[in-house]
Each structure stands twice: as C-alpha cells, then as structure tokens.
C-alpha cells in the first residue's frame, strides 16, 4: 500500500478544476491512476474537441479562456488550470497536456512518491 501525502485542501482543488473543465468541456472525465517505484500518475480524459496546438500552453496562462463564447457569467474567470498547475508544482509534480488520436484531451498529472 502507498500513501501520498501533500496538502490535501490544495490538491482537491487543483483535480476539481481538471475534473470540472473535462466534464463541461469534454462531456464526461476519465480517471485513471497508475503507480510506478516512484511516482503516482493521474490522467484525467475527456471526450471533447481537444485543444489546439498554440493553445496548449496558453491554457495555463491566468485569465485565458479559450472558448471566446464565454464571459463571466456564463464560465469561469480563467483560473482553473493557472491554479491547478501552480498546485501540482507545489508539490514537486508536473502537469501536461495532449491530444490522444482516438479525440478528446488528456491531462497528464506526475507526482513524486
């Protein structure tokens, strides 16, 4: 059996976040957990129209909010991801993003055991 340990507020925010965006954007959000010697790997997946290229990083920039549809009252400020990443760095772990060919967007979350 392992444990994690890590500030347990923060990091229910910063998956709640990811989670969240895979759900409204995606459709529905994936979780799959896998652990190696020495590190525990959480992908979040989604069904959704994935994510350009350019916007890849630019996601993770505070206030950007990549469907231009959206405004306050109908989305987020922007911060989700900018906070979660700040989270996952925090503790000492990485968070990336791809498009998988079969579709969709796939978070990628490392974190050191």
């Given at each position: 059996k392992q444990v994690y340990s890590g500030a347990v507020n923060l990091l229910k925010r910063a998956f709640n976040n990811i989670i969240n965006n895979?759900?409204?954007?995606?459709?529905?959000?994936?979780?799959?957990?896998?652990?190696?010697?020495?590190?525990?790997?959480?992908?979040?997946?989604d069904h959704g129209p994935g994510l350009s290229t350019e916007e890849m990083?630019?996601?993770?920039?505070?206030?950007?909010r990549g469907e231009s549809s959206r405004?306050?009252?109908?989305?987020g400020t922007g911060l989700g991801l900018?906070?979660?990443?700040?989270?996952?760095?925090?503790?000492?772990?990485?968070?990336?993003l791809s498009?998988?060919?079969?579709?969709?967007?796939?978070?990628?979350i490392s974190l050191p055991i």
């Open positions: 895979a759900i409204y954007y995606g459709g529905s959000a994936i979780i799959l957990l896998t652990r190696s010697s020495n590190t525990i790997e959480i992908t979040i997946s990083e630019k996601v993770f920039t505070p206030f950007y405004s306050r009252t109908t989305g900018t906070i979660a990443r700040e989270i996952i760095q925090m503790h000492q772990g990485t968070i990336s498009n998988p060919p079969e579709g969709g967007l796939k978070v990628t």
